[in-house]
């Protein structure tokens, strides 16, 4: 069966400081993976997605950037975060179009 | 506008009572439709999806949900809750020719069980 790791689980960084998240796939080959961002209150935001090996499309214009270096890795990658950069991540797989399948997510509070 | 649409920010229910969440969408042609359930600090759950074929699907966890073509609807619902159940529901449509890949959430209803 197919699972989704993310780490770290929380993550408390000063502003101006980089930031790197990271999600495995496990049980799949050649996914879809997805990065979202949950403010407090409100609903997803589709930040990037890959559909392969360093193809990366991004959302949404911002100081975050992600990369795919494996067919099952993805990361999520900042050089200096902003306040604004607060909130809770997920990754996602799916199977070229259909459902998504949903990490635990990342609690990060930027100071 | 292609837009989902929950119209139910917060619902409050008592438990053992029934459950509906509503949800409308706005494309031409009839997208995949999802169900995902979100636990405090947790991920997202997939409950359910159609994609075709019976306009009433089944889930996990007691839930189900009726596609209804004419009113562009997926409403979600339960016969009776339970504690467990409260948590925030997203509706989700995919399969989108323009936007193939990425899922369409809604900004997601608040449920609230009470004893």
């Known amino acids: 069966s197919q699972t989704i790791h993310q780490w770290p689980a929380t993550l408390v960084q000063p502003v101006g400081s980089p930031l790197s998240l990271e999600c495995t796939v496990e049980?799949?080959?050649?996914?879809?993976l997805y990065w979202y961002r949950q403010a407090a209150g409100r609903g997803l935001q589709l930040l990037f997605y890959?559909?392969?090996?360093?193809?990366i499309s991004s959302e949404v214009p911002q100081n975050l950037s992600a990369s795919r270096p494996q067919d099952r890795q993805f990361i999520l990658s900042s050089k200096k975060l902003l306040l604004s950069d607060s909130g809770f991540y997920l990754c996602?797989?799916?199977?070229?179009?259909?459902?998504?399948?949903f990490g635990p997510g990342t609690r990060l509070t930027v100071t | 506008a292609q837009s989902v649409t929950q119209p139910d920010i917060h619902i409050t229910v008592s438990e053992g009572a029934s459950l509906e969440l509503r949800c409308n969408y706005s494309y031409g042609a009839t997208p995949y439709l999802f169900w995902y359930v979100q636990s405090p600090g947790q991920g997202l759950q997939l409950l359910l999806k159609y994609f075709s074929g019976d306009t009433l699907v089944q889930g996990i966890k007691g839930f189900e949900a009726e596609f209804k073509r004419s009113q562009s609807s997926f409403n979600l619902r339960k016969p009776s809750v339970h504690w467990s159940d409260a948590a925030e529901y997203f509706c989700a449509v995919g399969g989108l020719t323009d936007s193939w890949g990425k899922l369409q959430f809604g900004a997601g209803t608040q449920v609230v069980v009470t004893p």
């Open positions: 996602a797989w799916s199977n070229r179009g259909y459902e998504q399948y």
């Open positions: 049980g799949t080959s050649n996914p879809n």
């Open positions: 890959s559909v392969g090996i360093g193809q």
